[in-house]
């Protein structure tokens, strides 16, 4: 069958060369997520990648596999709009009226966005991955990987994806970035190294809870319960002792329990009453935050990707509201939702 349409797409049929490529388009999307960090980007490479696969069809030669083909036009588009891409600048800190607290320090990844699992899911034919590889699956899409990964230079970010991650042999990517095996297990090392420096703190801390676990589910409720309540005592007991906190494309990072609780702090003061709407991003806990207005309406103002570690949160990463229409969620929501959800 895979012949026949691959006969067929060489031949110009487009719907064979979508089924063919169907199968791939989940994890394209991921691989230029990882490779860019910025969302919209992976998505506008995939679609780049997809129509370059499709006018180059009749080259596909089958010496390597279509999966491996599409990689390297992928991996090969990723660099390309790294090169020449303008990421998205840092944003001041906007909220009239309200002075955050000095930063731990500032974040060198301002256009990192968010992944929501359903699109990790989307499409998904395979058998439930074991608890195992789902860790795996869960580690290397995490925000924290995420956002180290985008400081690496560019060849070793790929190589490092490419091999670490997908498990290609370094001669297979050596033949998608046009180079030699010697650099590919040079600049691997290299990559190696740099991402140890840059992964954060405590990057050996406990493994989180099973996704959808009780254990899980206890975190989650008591973080909304503070969140929702303003309750700072509450919520500064559930952290890590290097809890960090940033909000990309604002720069301010806090980490340590008492600059993210002095942060917090501010928040609960400065805002009206939250109510946190869940969803799942990078396969952790997420939450569309709203805030109450005297009008009747929770105005949404972003999402919060909550990272566990244990039975402790040892990250929270908040996004501004340009992220919601990747997570469903509606800019604004009636205060009786809210109320019925509590009940």
């Known amino acids: 069958m895979t012949d026949e349409l691959i006969s067929r797409a060489r031949a110009g049929d487009a719907v064979a060369f979508q089924k ?14 990882r490779m860019l960090g910025c969302l919209q980007d992976a998505e ?28 390297r036009i992928a991996t090969n588009r990723c660099l390309n709009a790294r090169r020449s891409a303008s990421r998205r600048p840092a944003k001041a800190w906007d909220v009239p009226g ?3 607290p000095e930063p731990t320090r500032l974040g060198e990844v301002p256009w ?42 560019r060849r070793q970010l790929a190589v490092l994806i490419l091999a670490d991650i997908l498990g290609f042999e370094a001669s297979e990517v050596a ?10 297990n040079s600049a691997l090392k290299r990559a190696r190294a740099n991402l140890r420096q840059r992964m954060p703190a405590g990057a050996d801390r406990p493994r989180p809870p099973a996704m959808g676990s009780p254990a899980e589910e206890a975190i989650v409720t008591k973080f909304v319960r503070a969140y929702e309540g ?11 002792e290097d809890v960090f906190l940033s909000m990309p494309p604002v720069p301010l990072e806090y980490e340590g329990r008492d600059p993210v609780a002095r942060f917090c702090a501010m928040l609960f003061r400065a805002l009206p009453r939250f109510s946190l709407v869940p969803t799942r991003a990078n396969g952790q806990p997420a939450f569309g935050a709203y805030v109450h207005s005297d009008s009747g309406v929770l105005q949404g103002i972003g999402v919060i990707a909550v990272s566990l570690s244990g039975e402790r949160i040892c990250a929270l990463t908040c996004f501004e509201q340009s992220a919601f229409p990747w997570f469903g969620l509606p800019p604004s929501l009636p205060t009786s939702a809210s109320d ?3 009940r």
């Open 20 to 33: 063919l490529t169907e199968r791939y388009r989940r994890e394209l999307r991921v691989h230029c997520y």
């Open 175 to 184: 033949s998608m970035i046009d180079s030699t095996v010697d650099s590919v």
């Open 98 to 100: 309200v002075e955050p």
């Open 44 to 71: 506008d490479t995939l679609q780049e990648t997809l129509l370059a696969a499709w006018q180059g069809f009749r080259g596909f030669e089958g010496r390597a596999s279509l999966r491996t083909w599409l990689y």
């Open 112 to 153: 990192l966005d968010p992944f929501p699992d359903s699109l990790l899911d989307e499409g998904a034919t395979d058998a439930s991955p074991s608890p195992e590889d789902r860790c795996i699956q869960t580690e290397s899409i995490s925000l924290a990987f995420v956002a180290a990964l985008q400081v690496l230079p």
């Open 340 to 342: 019925a959800r509590a």
């Open 230 to 240: 303003a309750d700072l005592d509450a919520l500064v007991a559930l952290f890590t």
